[in-house]
């Protein structure tokens, strides 16, 4: 159990550096996407969002409620609370330093 723990902050912490970093962003859809990419920040990417999806997925079945709408209000909230300085996608898909 621990190790899972540490495991997952690593992982925290490298989004975190990638986002303060200007290399991954906030989506409208609820999972990050990569800002500027490379083999390390696409392993980031893909990590963080196959985990996102599988956290909406659940949520959209204990609450009867599709994917799409799950998706949606996430991104909606993960791009409220990107703090000043990260990135975040507009709905015409480019970035936008918040």
Same mark, same amino acid.
């Given at each position: 159990m621990? /190790?899972?723990?540490?495991?997952?902050?690593?992982?925290?912490?490298?989004?975190?550096? /990638?986002?303060?970093?200007?290399?991954?962003?906030?989506?409208?859809?609820?999972?990050?996407?990569?800002?500027?990419?490379n083999a390390q920040v696409n392993a980031i990417v893909n990590d963080i969002n196959r985990k996102r999806l599988e956290n909406y997925q659940d949520i959209a079945r204990r609450t009867?409620?599709?994917?799409?709408?799950?998706q949606s209000r996430a991104g909606q909230l993960n791009i409220e609370?990107?703090?000043g300085g990260q990135y975040v996608q507009l709905a015409d898909g480019s970035w936008l330093r918040k």
């Open positions: 621990l /190790a899972a723990t540490l495991s997952w902050s690593v992982w925290a912490l490298d989004l975190q550096q /990638a986002k303060q970093q200007g290399l991954i962003g906030e989506q409208q859809n609820g999972l990050v996407g990569a800002v500027q990419s009867g409620t599709s994917l799409a709408v799950v609370r990107t703090p």
